[in-house]
Each structure stands twice: as structure tokens, then as C-alpha cells.
T-cell receptor, first 112, second 115 residues
Framework: LAKTTQPISMDSYEGQEVNITCSHN???????ITWYQQFPSQGPRFIIQ???TKVTNEVASLFIPADRKSSTLSLPRVSLSDTAVYYC?????????????FGTGTQLKVEL | EAQVTQNPRYLITVTGKKLTVTCSQN?????MSWYRQDPGLGLRQIYY???????DKGDVPEGYKVSRKEKRNFPLILESPSPNQTSLYFC??????????????FGQGTRLTVV
């Protein structure tokens, strides 16, 4: 599985847009990019997933450049409840037994 | 409601006393797995199962056992718990789609303390 690198922490204020970038230089052709959110003492929750270009859902957008060596999770107009750890994962379901490798993630803190 | 259910949520036990943490999913998922989460170490996979009667070791399997006799259940067994197994445990499940990425559903977590 490709290794990922994310900032350890980020601070923001309510109403701002937050962009968290993840570096994955060794991404393989079949790999997808998936982001999870985790609140303290809760299990991670799937946010968004993409392969290339841009993906948007009701929660976030995911921007993936053509070389796919990085990706950016964009959270529009964050609120206090978006304070959480965000994980970037790169991998595929094919074979391997569904091994999800979580790094240390990015701790996002949103303030008033 | 689609969910992964773990029990118990909290457990304090003594060294050497066998225990089982149950995990059940209602989404008919093929894949199930167990993770432990420790401060500074993130989530680490203990065991995973690709389907009924098919299990394999993850990154930190020592001291744990699992079984997958039914598709919906994937219990985690600690035959002789030790204090270094004090941790927050998560069960996860997902469906298999060839060529797609991974969207896993996690349980609420089980906080285990071994004294």
C-alpha cells in the first residue's frame, strides 16, 4: 500500500474553508484515495473517495491532480463539529484482504 | 439501519482471564476486520476476514484470536489478556468490489483495560 503524508494538525475558524493535502508519491495505478473522519473515542467514518480529477458529495470535495501523487480534501464552511482527525488512505480492495493502513492523520481544530 | 455493533463498549478485566469482544454487521459484507488504536500509534490491524471461515493476520495479531463461522459475526478473542493489550478496539466491515477503493464501516469501539 502506498504511504501517505499529511500535516499533523491544522487550525481554522467557523465558516472558513479548510483544505487538507495528502501526499502519496508511490500511488499505484489501481489505487483509490479515501478519506475518513474520526471523532474522539469513535470509529472512523468514511467521508469521500476518488480516483482522479474531482469528486464532490454533500460533505466534502476531493481534488486529485493528473499525476495523482497528492490529493486535497476540501471542507466548505467548517463548524465546531468538524473538529476531528482526518485520515487519508490509498489502496484498493482487490485481493489483500481489505487492509486499511491508517497513518496518524491530521487533527483539525475549529474555533469560533 | 446499516451498522456494525460491538459489545461490550467498556471492559475492565484482570490479566489472564479469557474474554471475547463480539462484532456483528447487518450489511451482508464479505470483509470484516479488527483494529486497535493506541495514542501515537494510530489504528493498527489485528486480524481480518475475507469471508466465512477465511481469516488472516494483520499487523499486530499476537495475543489475539478470531473466528468467522457466520458472515455477520467476527468475534475477537483474548485467551490470556495482558496489560499491553489495554487499548481501544474497533471492528470494521466492508463489501468487496473488484477494482474499487475501500469504504469501511466501523463499530463504536470497545475500550479494554487489563489490570
Amino acid at each position: 500500500l502506498a504511504k501517505t503524508t499529511q500535516p499533523i494538525s491544522m487550525d481554522s475558524y467557523e465558516g472558513q474553508e479548510v483544505n487538507i493535502t495528502c501526499s502519496h508519491n508511490n500511488i499505484a495505478t489501481n489505487d483509490y484515495i479515501t478519506w475518513y473522519q474520526q471523532f474522539p473515542s469513535q470509529g472512523p467514518r468514511f467521508i469521500i473517495q476518488g480516483y482522479k480529477t474531482k469528486v464532490t458529495n454533500e460533505v466534502a470535495s476531493l481534488f486529485i491532480p493528473a499525476d495523482r501523487k497528492s490529493s486535497t480534501l476540501s471542507l466548505p464552511r467548517v463548524s465546531l463539529s468538524d473538529t476531528a482527525v482526518y485520515y487519508c488512505l490509498v489502496g484498493t480492495h482487490t485481493g489483500g484482504g481489505n487492509k486499511l493502513t491508517f497513518g496518524t492523520g491530521t487533527q483539525l481544530k475549529v474555533e469560533l | 439501519e446499516a451498522q456494525v455493533t460491538q459489545n461490550p463498549r467498556y471492559l475492565i478485566t484482570v490479566t489472564g482471564k479469557k474474554l471475547t469482544v463480539t462484532c456483528s454487521q447487518n450489511m451482508n459484507h464479505e470483509y470484516m476486520s479488527w483494529y486497535r488504536q493506541d495514542p501515537g500509534l494510530g489504528l493498527r490491524q489485528i486480524y481480518y476476514s475475507m469471508n466465512v471461515e477465511v481469516t488472516d493476520k494483520g499487523d499486530v495479531p499476537e495475543g489475539y484470536k478470531v473466528s468467522r463461522k457466520e458472515k455477520r459475526n467476527f468475534p475477537l478473542i483474548l485467551e490470556s489478556p495482558s496489560p499491553n493489550q489495554t487499548s481501544l478496539y474497533f471492528c470494521a466491515s466492508s463489501s468487496y468490489y473488484r477494482g474499487l477503493g475501500t469504504e469501511a464501516f466501523f463499530g463504536q469501539g470497545t475500550r479494554l483495560t487489563v489490570v
